[in-house]
């Protein structure tokens, strides 16, 4: 392996893991000072109503999805921890692996919540604590960092995907560039054949 490419593995991998760790503190400091300061109390206007903090247990996934299936969610997170592991081993781009470490950071930071947090291990309740625009949480879920995180990484991903950009740090040619270089390529062909027809009278 070039050193170039030992470097460049070196540098995604730092970026990947310090964003995921960041992620992952991030998301459970603001959880213990939601249960600390926020469990059995009247939610916090902040921003003149624009967010509200509250203490919420949430059974489902991100967003308060699937509230019926817990257990679930444990192993749906445990198996995309072991494919980013797989996946980042080839990344080259520091976007993608910027994308990836906000996935991987607020997969691991409710996975833990899943484990170690009430009413058991596998079951655990994952805690919320952020509501836009409503004091009761109804106008939009109550959602947490992690959850903030994955929404921001796939997003990115998405956004990475739509322009071509390869996780080996490559980038596809778009559209307008792949039809720029067929005309050009047209207009080369049209003049050789031009010379030629030249040539022959």
């Known amino acids: 392996m070039a050193q170039g490419s030992q470097i460049d593995r070196r540098r995604v991998l730092t970026l990947f893991f310090g964003i995921a ?3 992952t503190l991030i998301d459970q400091v603001t959880k213990h000072l939601t249960v ?5 109390r009247e939610p916090v206007k902040v921003l003149g109503g624009l967010v509200y903090l509250m203490h919420v247990r949430n059974s489902g996934a991100a967003f308060s999805m699937g ?16 494919v980013l592991g797989f996946v980042i081993r080839n990344v080259r ?9 906000l996935v991987f950071g607020g997969v691991i930071g409710n996975l833990g ?14 805690v919320d604590m952020v509501s836009l625009l409503d004091e009761r949480g109804q106008g939009f879920p109550v959602f947490n960092g992690a ?3 994955l929404t921001i990484g796939v997003v990115l991903i998405i956004l990475l995907e739509l322009s071509g950009r390869q996780r080996d740090g490559t980038r596809l040619p778009s559209r307008a560039e792949k039809a720029a270089a067929e005309r050009v390529k047209a207009e080369e062909a049209e003049k050789e054949q ?8």
Do not use: N, Q
Not at 67 to 80: M, Q
Not at 115 to 125: A, C, Q, T
């Open 36 to 40: 600390v300061y926020l469990a059995d």
């Open 93 to 101: 781009s520091t976007a993608w692996a910027i994308a990836l470490g």
């Open 67 to 82: 509230t019926g299936v817990t257990w679930v969610f444990p192993i749906v997170a445990l198996v995309v921890t072991v």
């Open 147 to 149: 959850d903030s995180a």
């Open 194 to 201: 031009k010379a030629e027809e030249e040539t022959r009278g």
């Open 21 to 23: 760790v960041a992620v």
């Open 113 to 126: 919540d899943r484990l170690f947090r009430s009413p058991g291990p596998f079951v655990g309740h994952v």
